[in-house]
């Protein structure tokens, strides 16, 4: 099974969001996520639009890179500016891409909807063609 991690900057919208979308909608793939600094928790709205998706499970959770760092991953993918610009090398060689989205926090929810969408289209056929 082939492993993905989608890093952001505090773990607690647009990672997660594709942490789950991944784990969903692509077969033999194994997506975490994690931050560069650590938020506390997942964004509600974030939570909430994943629940109308029927992507959430409670295993997510927001964490830092240190709790899984010595994962072994085959794409890791920075989701915004501040983690593409920090995103630290890994112990086994690995390809890093970055796929940037818009961070919807303190938006109204129909922004967090808007950017599930836009990370479901626009990520997961990339990695879906960078894993096969």
Same mark, same amino acid.
């Given at each position: 099974?082939?492993?993905?991690?989608?890093?952001?900057?505090?773990?607690?919208?647009?990672?997660?969001?594709?942490?789950?979308?991944?784990?969903?909608?692509?077969?033999?793939?194994?997506?975490?996520?994690?931050?560069?600094?650590?938020?506390?928790?997942?964004?509600?709205?974030?939570?909430?639009?994943? !629940? /109308?998706? $029927?992507?959430?499970?409670? *295993?997510? #959770?927001?964490?830092? @890179?240190?709790? %899984?760092?010595?994962?072994?991953?085959?794409?890791?993918?920075?989701?915004?500016?501040?983690?593409?610009?920090?995103?630290?090398?890994?112990?086994?060689?690995?390809?890093?891409?970055?796929?940037?989205? !818009? /961070?919807? $926090?303190?938006?109204?929810? *129909?922004? #967090?909807?808007?950017? @599930?969408?836009? %990370?479901?289209?626009?990520?997961?056929?990339?990695?879906?063609?960078?894993?096969?």
């Amino acid at each position: 099974m082939k492993k993905v991690l989608i890093l952001c900057t505090k773990n607690s919208c647009r990672s997660i969001v594709a942490e789950a979308l991944i784990n969903k909608y692509l077969n033999n793939m194994r997506a975490y996520s994690a931050g560069i600094e650590i938020a506390g928790e997942i964004d509600p709205y974030a939570k909430q639009a994943l !629940e /109308n998706e $029927e992507a959430w499970s409670d *295993e997510y #959770y927001s964490k830092t @890179l240190d709790k %899984i760092i010595d994962t072994e991953f085959d794409l890791v993918i920075t989701v915004c500016g501040d983690a593409e610009e920090k995103c630290p090398a890994f112990p086994k060689k690995v390809e890093v891409i970055h796929i940037g989205f !818009e /961070n919807p $926090e303190g938006e109204a929810f *129909e922004a #967090y909807e808007q950017s @599930l969408q836009e %990370i479901k289209e626009k990520l997961l056929p990339i990695v879906r063609k960078k894993m096969s």
